[in-house]
């Protein structure tokens, strides 16, 4: 079945940096264009950055753009998400999604807090 698990959040303060991961398996993810989503306290998920399934292509929320790095290794079946000069409203659950047949796949989050 198709999973996905990230890790990689953790507490930083503001102006800092933490890589994201996320694990996929049960399907071929060479062909799977993957995102990454927010959902900070109280509001609803985001969007966040989108990477093509060859990682040609990157696409950013004007939120982040210029400061995270989206980015996939398919031999590791892999997605990443960079994220640099963290702001205190970075802060929630980080999640990737990958839709597969047109069903689409959530990981279970990591939490992101950015604080001083």
């Known amino acids: 079945q198709v999973q996905l698990v990230e890790s990689g959040g953790g507490v930083v303060q503001p102006g800092g940096s933490l890589r994201l991961s996320c694990a996929a398996s049960?399907?071929?993810?060479?062909?799977?264009?993957m995102r990454w989503y927010r959902q900070a306290p109280g509001k609803e998920r985001e969007w966040v950055a989108t990477?093509?399934?060859?990682?040609?292509?990157?696409y950013y929320a004007d939120s982040v753009k210029g400061r995270f790095t989206v980015s996939r290794d398919n031999a590791k079946n892999t997605v990443y998400l960079q994220m640099n000069s963290l702001r205190p409203e970075g802060t929630g659950v980080y999640y990737c999604?990958?839709?597969?047949?047109?069903?689409?796949?959530w990981g279970q989050g990591t939490q992101v807090t950015v604080s001083s």
């Open positions: 990477i093509s399934d060859d990682g040609t292509y990157t």
């Open positions: 049960g399907f071929t993810f060479s062909l799977s264009v």
């Open positions: 999604k990958a839709t597969v047949r047109g069903r689409e796949y």
